[in-house]
């Protein structure tokens, strides 16, 4: 992992889904990158022009200060109708999510899970599938989907239910994620709720005794292209999927 794009749909998702983990890369190194498709509040209203331009002003504001937390390089705002993206021409969110990956060309992508309760968040992961597509030159290389508190949990249908199989160990991050969350003003909320402090360390917690850490940040891997596989001595293989951030030179086995 060497350079990450999230894309989230809405300010504050970058922090609840992945803002544990993107500390821990960003503090080793690693290019880590937000973009948000939804403005964000709008829908709170019943009329989306009656939320004022100087709310939707501070919220990014809020974004940028929460950003720094997490250790995000830069965070960028695409400003899709909130909770209204099922509105929007799926091809018009995919040509935008396009754009990025080209400008930036990560190699790990961080997006929802589609199951999610929010309809901008299953609009959100559609359009990453679609852009992250494996065809032409440049290919991302890996794709989770992570949980989003106050989403993923709520839906009941239980037909596409989150399945977690990649932990990232969030043990000494956690914090930078809940002073995260702490800058966004419209978005932090009280315990009990799932986006309160109390509410997200108690999932790093859960999610941590899932894998034996003290706290961890679960996702669910939707897609890994792994290249470069070669024979070493005394047999098995090994590919460069995984590299180290220190030398270079880090392999992981995948055969014996």
Known sequence: MENVLVVAAHPDDELLGVGGTIRL??????????LILAEGLTSRKSNRNETGKN??????????AASREAGYKSIEFCGFPDNRMDEVDLLELVKTVEGYIQKYKP?????????????????????VLTACRPVGA????????FETPS??????????????????????????????MAC??????????????????????YRGSNVGFA?????????????????????????????SNISGAAMHQVAA
């Open 55 to 64: 709310e939707l002003i501070q919220l990014q504001q809020d974004a940028f």
């Open 215 to 243: 706290f961890a940040e679960a996702f669910e891997l939707l897609r890994e292209v792994v290249g470069e596989i070669e024979q070493i001595p005394g047999g098995g293989y090994w590919t460069n999927k995984i590299k």
């Open 151 to 180: 989403s993923t949990e709520w839906n009941f249908r239980y037909m596409e239910p989150f399945r977690p199989n990649v932990f990232f160990d969030v043990s000494g991050t956690l914090e930078a994620k809940i002073r995260g």
């Open 25 to 34: 890369l960003a503090d080793k190194g690693i290019c880590a990158r937000a």
């Open 184 to 205: 966004y003003r419209s978005e932090s909320a009280k315990s009990p709720h799932p986006r309160s402090a109390e509410a997200l360390r108690a999932l790093g917690k």
């Open 107 to 127: 190699d790990t992508v961080f997006t929802h899970h589609h199951g999610d309760l929010n309809v901008d968040h299953q609009k959100t992961c559609e359009a």
């Open 138 to 145: 440049y290919r991302v290389k890996r794709i989770y989907a």
